[in-house]
Protein backbone atom coordinates (compact mmCIF):
# COMPACT_ATOMS: atom_id res chain seq x y z
CA UNK A 1 0.00 0.00 0.00
CA UNK A 2 1.09 3.50 -0.45
CA UNK A 3 -0.40 7.04 0.28
CA UNK A 4 0.89 10.18 -0.71
CA UNK A 5 0.53 13.44 0.93
CA UNK A 6 0.46 17.08 -1.29
CA UNK A 7 2.08 20.30 -0.16
CA UNK A 8 2.23 23.92 -1.67
CA UNK A 9 3.25 22.99 -4.96
CA UNK A 10 4.81 26.08 -6.94
CA UNK A 11 4.06 24.58 -10.80
CA UNK A 12 6.30 24.97 -13.70
CA UNK A 13 5.25 26.59 -16.26
CA UNK A 14 6.53 24.72 -18.89
CA UNK A 15 7.75 21.05 -18.33
CA UNK A 16 7.89 18.01 -21.15
CA UNK A 17 6.92 14.55 -20.13
CA UNK A 18 8.12 11.42 -22.13
CA UNK A 19 5.00 8.90 -22.52
CA UNK A 20 5.02 5.56 -21.97
CA UNK A 21 3.92 2.38 -24.22
CA UNK A 22 0.56 1.92 -23.82
CA UNK A 23 -0.22 -1.02 -22.06
CA UNK A 24 -3.79 -2.65 -22.64
CA UNK A 25 -1.29 -3.03 -25.90
CA UNK A 26 1.32 -4.74 -24.37
CA UNK A 27 -0.68 -7.30 -22.79
CA UNK A 28 -2.95 -8.49 -26.01
CA UNK A 29 0.30 -8.68 -27.92
CA UNK A 30 2.35 -10.70 -25.56
CA UNK A 31 -0.39 -13.11 -25.00
CA UNK A 32 -0.93 -13.27 -29.15
CA UNK A 33 2.98 -14.65 -28.71
CA UNK A 34 2.43 -17.16 -26.30
CA UNK A 35 -0.50 -18.55 -28.25
CA UNK A 36 1.85 -18.53 -31.77
CA UNK A 37 5.15 -19.66 -29.59
CA UNK A 38 7.65 -17.31 -31.51
CA UNK A 39 10.44 -15.13 -30.84
CA UNK A 40 9.31 -11.85 -30.23
CA UNK A 41 11.13 -8.26 -28.68
CA UNK A 42 8.14 -5.85 -28.10
CA UNK A 43 10.18 -2.29 -27.51
CA UNK A 44 8.68 0.83 -25.50
CA UNK A 45 7.20 -1.20 -23.09
CA UNK A 46 6.27 0.65 -19.92
CA UNK A 47 7.98 0.23 -16.39
CA UNK A 48 5.14 -0.39 -14.23
CA UNK A 49 3.49 -2.67 -12.21
CA UNK A 50 1.28 -4.31 -14.94
CA UNK A 51 4.65 -5.64 -16.85
CA UNK A 52 6.19 -6.98 -13.97
CA UNK A 53 3.30 -8.85 -12.81
CA UNK A 54 3.15 -10.11 -17.12
CA UNK A 55 6.65 -11.06 -16.39
CA UNK A 56 5.64 -13.31 -13.51
CA UNK A 57 3.12 -15.08 -15.23
CA UNK A 58 5.64 -15.87 -18.46
CA UNK A 59 8.15 -16.98 -16.32
CA UNK A 60 5.41 -19.31 -13.84
CA UNK A 61 4.93 -21.08 -17.11
CA UNK A 62 7.93 -21.73 -18.31
CA UNK A 63 8.52 -18.86 -20.58
CA UNK A 64 11.89 -17.76 -21.23
CA UNK A 65 11.74 -13.77 -21.54
CA UNK A 66 14.62 -11.01 -21.46
CA UNK A 67 13.34 -7.62 -20.12
CA UNK A 68 15.94 -4.45 -20.04
CA UNK A 69 15.89 -0.83 -20.98
CA UNK A 70 11.84 -0.86 -22.56
CA UNK A 71 12.62 -3.81 -24.32
CA UNK A 72 11.29 -7.54 -23.74
CA UNK A 73 12.00 -10.13 -25.46
CA UNK A 74 9.91 -13.42 -25.78
CA UNK A 75 11.73 -16.90 -26.74
CA UNK A 76 9.65 -19.52 -28.04
CA UNK A 77 10.07 -22.95 -26.87
CA UNK A 78 7.78 -25.65 -24.43
CA UNK A 79 5.33 -24.50 -21.61
CA UNK A 80 6.78 -26.25 -18.69
CA UNK A 81 3.48 -25.30 -16.39
CA UNK A 82 -0.23 -25.57 -16.94
CA UNK A 83 -1.43 -23.52 -14.23
CA UNK A 84 -1.51 -19.33 -13.79
CA UNK A 85 -0.63 -18.98 -10.12
CA UNK A 86 -3.11 -17.25 -7.78
CA UNK A 87 -0.67 -14.64 -6.52
CA UNK A 88 0.11 -13.32 -10.17
CA UNK A 89 -3.54 -13.99 -11.45
CA UNK A 90 -5.60 -11.53 -9.25
CA UNK A 91 -3.18 -8.76 -9.60
CA UNK A 92 -4.19 -7.98 -13.15
CA UNK A 93 -6.71 -8.00 -15.54
CA UNK A 94 -4.60 -8.87 -18.52
CA UNK A 95 -4.04 -12.45 -17.18
CA UNK A 96 -7.08 -13.66 -18.59
CA UNK A 97 -5.68 -13.30 -21.80
CA UNK A 98 -2.19 -15.17 -20.85
CA UNK A 99 -4.63 -18.16 -19.80
CA UNK A 100 -6.35 -17.62 -23.33
CA UNK A 101 -3.24 -18.03 -24.88
CA UNK A 102 -2.13 -20.74 -22.15
CA UNK A 103 -4.83 -22.82 -22.91
CA UNK A 104 -4.35 -22.16 -27.30
CA UNK A 105 -0.52 -22.74 -27.11
CA UNK A 106 -0.47 -25.90 -24.51
CA UNK A 107 -4.08 -27.30 -25.10
CA UNK A 108 -4.69 -26.87 -21.55
CA UNK A 109 -4.46 -24.67 -18.92
CA UNK A 110 -6.08 -23.11 -15.61
CA UNK A 111 -6.27 -19.87 -13.98
CA UNK A 112 -8.41 -19.00 -10.49
CA UNK A 113 -9.18 -15.72 -11.16
CA UNK A 114 -7.93 -12.20 -12.86
CA UNK A 115 -7.57 -9.00 -10.88
CA UNK A 116 -7.01 -5.59 -11.81
CA UNK A 117 -8.72 -2.14 -10.72
CA UNK A 118 -12.15 -2.86 -9.41
CA UNK A 119 -13.74 0.33 -11.48
CA UNK A 120 -16.86 1.52 -9.72
CA UNK A 121 -18.33 2.96 -6.38
CA UNK A 122 -18.88 0.59 -3.29
CA UNK A 123 -22.40 0.46 -3.52
CA UNK A 124 -22.45 -0.97 -7.37
CA UNK A 125 -18.90 -1.84 -7.90
CA UNK A 126 -18.70 -2.56 -11.48
CA UNK A 127 -16.61 -5.87 -11.28
CA UNK A 128 -14.79 -6.79 -14.27
CA UNK A 129 -17.02 -10.01 -16.07
CA UNK A 130 -15.05 -13.05 -17.66
CA UNK A 131 -17.79 -15.05 -18.94
CA UNK A 132 -17.60 -14.06 -22.40
CA UNK A 133 -14.19 -14.98 -22.82
CA UNK A 134 -14.81 -18.27 -21.82
CA UNK A 135 -18.06 -18.60 -23.87
CA UNK A 136 -15.71 -17.06 -27.22
CA UNK A 137 -13.35 -19.95 -26.13
CA UNK A 138 -16.35 -22.84 -26.43
CA UNK A 139 -17.46 -21.63 -29.48
CA UNK A 140 -14.18 -22.65 -30.81
CA UNK A 141 -14.59 -25.46 -29.41
CA UNK A 142 -12.32 -25.30 -25.89
CA UNK A 143 -14.08 -26.92 -22.80
CA UNK A 144 -13.62 -24.64 -19.73
CA UNK A 145 -14.90 -26.12 -16.49
CA UNK A 146 -14.92 -24.78 -12.87
CA UNK A 147 -13.66 -27.39 -10.73
CA UNK A 148 -14.60 -27.12 -6.75
CA UNK A 149 -11.87 -24.35 -5.78
CA UNK A 150 -13.11 -22.58 -8.46
CA UNK A 151 -10.47 -22.66 -10.89
CA UNK A 152 -11.20 -22.54 -14.69
CA UNK A 153 -9.80 -25.31 -16.76
CA UNK A 154 -9.36 -25.13 -20.33
CA UNK A 155 -8.33 -27.95 -22.63
CA UNK A 156 -9.07 -28.94 -26.45
CA UNK A 157 -8.18 -31.48 -28.91
CA UNK A 158 -8.38 -29.35 -31.90
CA UNK A 159 -9.69 -25.82 -32.58
CA UNK A 160 -12.57 -25.61 -35.37
CA UNK A 161 -13.16 -22.13 -37.39
CA UNK A 162 -16.27 -20.24 -36.11
CA UNK A 163 -18.27 -16.85 -37.05
CA UNK A 164 -18.29 -15.10 -34.18
CA UNK A 165 -21.06 -11.95 -34.09
CA UNK A 166 -19.76 -9.56 -30.84
CA UNK A 167 -23.31 -7.60 -30.73
CA UNK A 168 -24.36 -10.72 -29.30
CA UNK A 169 -22.24 -10.25 -26.20
CA UNK A 170 -24.73 -7.92 -24.02
CA UNK A 171 -23.86 -6.82 -21.02
CA UNK A 172 -26.23 -5.40 -17.78
CA UNK A 173 -25.94 -1.67 -19.18
CA UNK A 174 -28.52 -1.00 -21.67
CA UNK A 175 -26.23 1.98 -23.31
CA UNK A 176 -23.05 -0.27 -24.43
CA UNK A 177 -21.02 -3.36 -23.61
CA UNK A 178 -18.28 -3.54 -21.64
CA UNK A 179 -17.89 -6.93 -23.10
CA UNK A 180 -16.88 -5.60 -26.95
CA UNK A 181 -13.47 -5.60 -26.32
CA UNK A 182 -12.45 -8.82 -24.70
CA UNK A 183 -14.92 -11.14 -26.40
CA UNK A 184 -13.14 -9.13 -29.66
CA UNK A 185 -9.69 -10.10 -28.45
CA UNK A 186 -10.38 -13.59 -27.18
CA UNK A 187 -11.86 -14.46 -30.62
CA UNK A 188 -8.59 -13.45 -32.40
CA UNK A 189 -6.36 -15.35 -29.78
CA UNK A 190 -8.60 -18.71 -30.63
CA UNK A 191 -8.05 -17.94 -33.99
CA UNK A 192 -4.47 -18.46 -34.22
CA UNK A 193 -4.77 -22.20 -33.35
CA UNK A 194 -7.24 -22.61 -36.25
CA UNK A 195 -5.09 -24.33 -38.32
CA UNK A 196 -7.74 -25.11 -41.08
CA UNK A 197 -10.66 -22.59 -42.47
CA UNK A 198 -10.92 -19.03 -41.19
CA UNK A 199 -11.96 -17.30 -38.76
CA UNK A 200 -14.86 -14.98 -38.98
CA UNK A 201 -15.58 -11.97 -36.35
CA UNK A 202 -18.62 -9.62 -37.23
CA UNK A 203 -19.30 -6.44 -35.41
CA UNK A 204 -15.65 -6.40 -33.82
CA UNK A 205 -14.50 -3.80 -31.63
CA UNK A 206 -11.84 -2.00 -33.21
CA UNK A 207 -10.09 0.56 -30.78
CA UNK A 208 -6.16 -0.03 -30.39
CA UNK A 209 -5.78 -2.79 -28.08
CA UNK A 210 -7.36 -4.88 -31.30
CA UNK A 211 -5.88 -3.06 -34.30
CA UNK A 212 -2.42 -3.89 -33.16
CA UNK A 213 -3.05 -7.26 -32.15
CA UNK A 214 -4.14 -7.34 -36.06
CA UNK A 215 -1.07 -6.09 -37.18
CA UNK A 216 1.07 -7.86 -35.19
CA UNK A 217 -0.17 -11.46 -36.62
CA UNK A 218 -0.09 -9.94 -39.73
CA UNK A 219 3.50 -9.39 -39.34
CA UNK A 220 3.80 -13.20 -38.12
CA UNK A 221 2.66 -14.34 -41.28
CA UNK A 222 -1.50 -14.55 -40.78
CA UNK A 223 -4.12 -13.40 -43.57
CA UNK A 224 -5.81 -11.06 -41.79
CA UNK A 225 -8.58 -8.56 -43.35
CA UNK A 226 -10.66 -6.52 -41.64
CA UNK A 227 -13.27 -3.52 -41.53
CA UNK A 228 -15.43 -1.59 -39.59
CA UNK A 229 -18.09 -5.03 -40.06
CA UNK A 230 -15.94 -8.42 -40.21
CA UNK A 231 -12.33 -9.04 -39.05
CA UNK A 232 -10.89 -12.40 -40.95
CA UNK A 233 -8.19 -14.65 -40.21
CA UNK A 234 -6.72 -17.90 -41.67
CA UNK A 235 -3.57 -19.31 -40.76
CA UNK A 236 -0.59 -18.50 -43.67
CA UNK A 237 1.73 -21.73 -44.58
CA UNK A 238 4.83 -19.44 -43.67
CA UNK A 239 4.96 -17.59 -40.68
CA UNK A 240 8.29 -15.08 -39.80
CA UNK A 241 11.02 -15.43 -36.85
CA UNK A 242 12.31 -12.99 -34.58
CA UNK A 243 9.92 -10.38 -34.67
CA UNK A 244 10.81 -6.77 -33.20
CA UNK A 245 7.61 -4.61 -32.28
CA UNK A 246 7.50 -1.21 -30.94
CA UNK A 247 4.62 -0.31 -27.95
CA UNK A 248 2.25 2.39 -29.48
CA UNK A 249 2.16 5.33 -26.59
CA UNK A 250 -0.16 5.24 -24.24
CA UNK A 251 -2.87 6.92 -25.28
CA UNK A 252 -4.91 6.90 -21.55
CA UNK A 253 -1.77 9.17 -20.35
CA UNK A 254 -1.68 11.06 -22.96
CA UNK A 255 -5.21 12.52 -22.16
CA UNK A 256 -4.54 12.24 -18.88
CA UNK A 257 -1.95 14.76 -19.16
CA UNK A 258 -3.77 16.75 -21.39
CA UNK A 259 -5.98 17.58 -18.67
CA UNK A 260 -3.55 18.36 -15.97
CA UNK A 261 -1.97 20.97 -18.65
CA UNK A 262 -5.28 22.47 -19.50
CA UNK A 263 -6.63 22.57 -15.50
CA UNK A 264 -3.13 23.72 -13.85
CA UNK A 265 -2.45 26.44 -16.83
CA UNK A 266 0.96 24.28 -17.41
CA UNK A 267 2.49 24.58 -20.82
CA UNK A 268 3.11 20.68 -21.27
CA UNK A 269 5.04 19.26 -24.44
CA UNK A 270 4.42 15.34 -24.94
CA UNK A 271 6.66 13.22 -26.35
CA UNK A 272 6.01 10.22 -28.05
CA UNK A 273 6.88 8.51 -31.62
CA UNK A 274 3.80 6.90 -33.74
CA UNK A 275 2.04 10.24 -34.02
CA UNK A 276 0.24 8.96 -36.59
CA UNK A 277 -1.47 5.74 -34.18
CA UNK A 278 -2.47 8.46 -31.36
CA UNK A 279 -4.36 10.56 -33.46
CA UNK A 280 -6.06 7.77 -34.68
CA UNK A 281 -6.33 5.92 -31.28
CA UNK A 282 -7.94 8.90 -29.55
CA UNK A 283 -9.69 10.41 -32.81
CA UNK A 284 -12.83 10.52 -30.80
CA UNK A 285 -11.10 12.70 -27.69
CA UNK A 286 -9.68 14.81 -30.10
CA UNK A 287 -13.08 15.70 -32.16
CA UNK A 288 -14.32 17.00 -28.68
CA UNK A 289 -11.54 18.49 -27.31
CA UNK A 290 -11.80 20.33 -30.79
CA UNK A 291 -15.03 21.61 -30.54
CA UNK A 292 -14.53 22.44 -27.23
CA UNK A 293 -11.98 24.86 -28.19
CA UNK A 294 -9.37 22.95 -26.28
CA UNK A 295 -6.17 23.71 -28.55
CA UNK A 296 -3.17 21.24 -28.76
CA UNK A 297 -0.50 21.41 -31.31
CA UNK A 298 1.09 18.66 -33.08
CA UNK A 299 4.86 18.55 -33.35
CA UNK A 300 7.47 16.46 -34.80
CA UNK A 301 8.14 15.16 -31.06
CA UNK A 302 4.64 14.49 -30.20
CA UNK A 303 2.06 17.36 -28.73
CA UNK A 304 1.82 20.42 -27.00
CA UNK A 305 -0.81 21.94 -24.92
CA UNK A 306 -0.59 25.83 -24.42
CA UNK A 307 -1.94 25.42 -20.93
CA UNK A 308 -0.48 28.86 -20.09
CA UNK A 309 -3.31 30.81 -21.98
CA UNK A 310 -5.93 29.76 -19.63
CA UNK A 311 -8.43 27.61 -21.83
CA UNK A 312 -12.27 27.83 -20.88
CA UNK A 313 -13.16 25.25 -22.90
CA UNK A 314 -16.93 24.81 -24.17
CA UNK A 315 -19.78 22.70 -22.08
CA UNK A 316 -20.22 19.07 -23.32
CA UNK A 317 -22.28 16.20 -23.08
CA UNK A 318 -20.67 12.93 -23.81
CA UNK A 319 -22.27 9.05 -23.87
CA UNK A 320 -19.15 7.03 -23.13
CA UNK A 321 -19.83 4.02 -25.24
CA UNK A 322 -17.30 1.13 -26.94
CA UNK A 323 -17.25 3.02 -30.57
CA UNK A 324 -16.99 6.72 -28.79
CA UNK A 325 -14.40 8.01 -26.22
CA UNK A 326 -12.75 5.34 -23.78
CA UNK A 327 -14.25 4.86 -20.77
CA UNK A 328 -10.64 5.25 -19.28
CA UNK A 329 -11.00 9.31 -20.82
CA UNK A 330 -14.15 9.94 -19.11
CA UNK A 331 -12.81 11.02 -16.18
CA UNK A 332 -9.79 13.51 -17.59
CA UNK A 333 -12.38 15.13 -19.53
CA UNK A 334 -14.58 16.01 -16.31
CA UNK A 335 -11.65 17.63 -14.94
CA UNK A 336 -11.57 19.82 -18.10
CA UNK A 337 -15.06 20.92 -17.93
CA UNK A 338 -15.14 22.03 -14.31
CA UNK A 339 -13.64 25.24 -16.25
CA UNK A 340 -16.06 25.47 -18.54
CA UNK A 341 -18.80 28.66 -18.16
CA UNK A 342 -21.72 26.18 -18.44
CA UNK A 343 -23.11 22.51 -17.23
CA UNK A 344 -20.93 19.00 -18.49
CA UNK A 345 -22.43 15.69 -18.26
CA UNK A 346 -20.73 12.32 -19.08
CA UNK A 347 -22.89 9.39 -19.12
CA UNK A 348 -21.17 6.07 -18.84
CA UNK A 349 -22.42 3.99 -20.88
CA UNK A 350 -20.07 1.06 -20.82
CA UNK A 351 -19.56 0.45 -16.45
CA UNK A 352 -22.27 0.62 -14.58
CA UNK A 353 -20.64 2.86 -12.40
CA UNK A 354 -17.55 4.73 -12.91
CA UNK A 355 -17.58 7.83 -10.99
CA UNK A 356 -15.67 6.98 -7.13
CA UNK A 357 -12.87 9.88 -8.07
CA UNK A 358 -16.02 12.37 -8.81
CA UNK A 359 -16.95 11.61 -4.80
CA UNK A 360 -13.46 11.76 -3.64
CA UNK A 361 -13.32 15.07 -5.69
CA UNK A 362 -16.39 16.47 -3.67
CA UNK A 363 -14.63 16.82 -0.43
CA UNK A 364 -11.84 19.34 -1.74
CA UNK A 365 -15.60 21.35 -2.80
CA UNK A 366 -15.69 20.50 -6.50
CA UNK A 367 -18.76 20.63 -7.80
CA UNK A 368 -19.79 17.34 -9.31
CA UNK A 369 -22.94 15.65 -9.04
CA UNK A 370 -23.80 12.01 -9.73
CA UNK A 371 -26.80 10.88 -11.12
CA UNK A 372 -27.13 7.00 -11.55
CA UNK A 373 -25.03 6.55 -14.62
CA UNK A 374 -24.40 10.19 -15.47
CA UNK A 375 -22.01 12.77 -13.90
CA UNK A 376 -23.05 16.38 -13.87
CA UNK A 377 -20.06 18.74 -13.89
CA UNK A 378 -21.16 22.41 -12.78
CA UNK A 379 -18.53 25.25 -13.24
CA UNK A 380 -15.78 25.50 -10.48
CA UNK A 381 -14.42 28.32 -8.39
CA UNK A 382 -11.43 28.25 -7.31
CA UNK A 383 -11.22 28.54 -2.82
CA UNK A 384 -9.26 27.23 0.08
CA UNK A 385 -9.61 24.43 1.57
CA UNK A 386 -9.06 24.87 5.60
CA UNK A 387 -8.30 21.70 6.76
CA UNK A 388 -6.55 18.44 6.25
CA UNK A 389 -8.28 16.19 3.95
CA UNK A 390 -7.68 12.59 3.16
CA UNK A 391 -9.15 10.68 -0.15
CA UNK A 392 -8.93 7.56 -1.78
CA UNK A 393 -8.27 6.35 -5.06
CA UNK A 394 -10.14 3.35 -6.31
CA UNK A 395 -8.41 2.76 -9.25
CA UNK A 396 -5.82 4.01 -11.67
CA UNK A 397 -7.14 6.47 -13.25
CA UNK A 398 -9.01 7.97 -9.74
CA UNK A 399 -5.39 8.15 -8.68
CA UNK A 400 -4.54 10.65 -11.57
CA UNK A 401 -7.56 12.40 -11.46
CA UNK A 402 -7.29 12.96 -7.46
CA UNK A 403 -3.70 14.60 -7.83
CA UNK A 404 -4.50 16.60 -10.82
CA UNK A 405 -7.34 18.07 -8.73
CA UNK A 406 -5.04 18.63 -5.40
CA UNK A 407 -1.98 20.42 -6.60
CA UNK A 408 -4.88 23.26 -6.66
CA UNK A 409 -4.61 22.99 -2.83
CA UNK A 410 -2.03 21.86 -0.01
CA UNK A 411 -2.47 19.13 2.37
CA UNK A 412 -4.41 16.48 0.93
CA UNK A 413 -3.50 12.89 1.65
CA UNK A 414 -4.36 10.76 -1.23
CA UNK A 415 -4.40 7.19 0.17
CA UNK A 416 -4.09 3.89 -2.22
CA UNK A 417 -2.26 5.86 -4.21
CA UNK A 418 0.02 2.85 -5.38
CA UNK A 419 -2.92 2.24 -7.86
CA UNK A 420 -1.23 4.74 -10.30
CA UNK A 421 1.94 2.60 -10.51
CA UNK A 422 -0.30 0.33 -12.58
CA UNK A 423 -0.40 2.83 -15.71
CA UNK A 424 2.12 5.23 -15.41
CA UNK A 425 5.84 4.97 -16.01
CA UNK A 426 8.28 6.93 -13.96
CA UNK A 427 4.97 8.70 -12.10
CA UNK A 428 7.09 10.66 -9.55
CA UNK A 429 9.86 11.20 -12.10
CA UNK A 430 7.13 13.53 -13.61
CA UNK A 431 5.04 14.95 -10.66
CA UNK A 432 8.51 16.29 -9.85
CA UNK A 433 9.45 17.63 -13.56
CA UNK A 434 5.78 19.69 -13.17
CA UNK A 435 6.95 20.74 -9.78
CA UNK A 436 4.54 19.07 -7.82
CA UNK A 437 5.29 19.30 -4.08
CA UNK A 438 4.36 15.79 -1.98
CA UNK A 439 5.74 13.17 0.43
CA UNK A 440 4.89 9.09 0.13
CA UNK A 441 4.03 6.85 2.96
CA UNK A 442 3.39 3.30 3.19
Not at 309 to 317: A, Y
Request: aromatic content about 10%; overall charge negative; some cysteine.
Amino acid sequence: MEDITLYTSHLNSRATIKIGGYKHVLVSLVSAAVACNCDVTFQNVPDIFDTQQIIQILRSIGKKVDYSESSLTLHSGCITCSDIPKQYSETIHGSIYLFIALVVANKRGSILNSGGCAIGNEKTKSSRPEHHFYEVMEHFGIKVEVASDGRRNGSYDKLAPAVIDIKDFKSNNGISSNLHSGATKAAILCATAVTDGTVEIKHPYLKPDVTELLEFLKLYGFNIQFSHDTIRISHSKSVSGNLTFQIMPDIAEIISFISFAVFNKVDLLLEFEQITKVQQGLRAEFSILSECKVPIEWTEKGLYIPGSIGIRPLPFSIIVTSSSIFSDSQPFFSIMALLSSGESSIKEGIWVSRFKYAEEAQKMGYPYEIQDNTLIIRPWTERRVQEHVDLVATDLRAAFVLMTLAVRYQDITIRDFYHIHRGYENIYEKMKSLGIGFTVSN
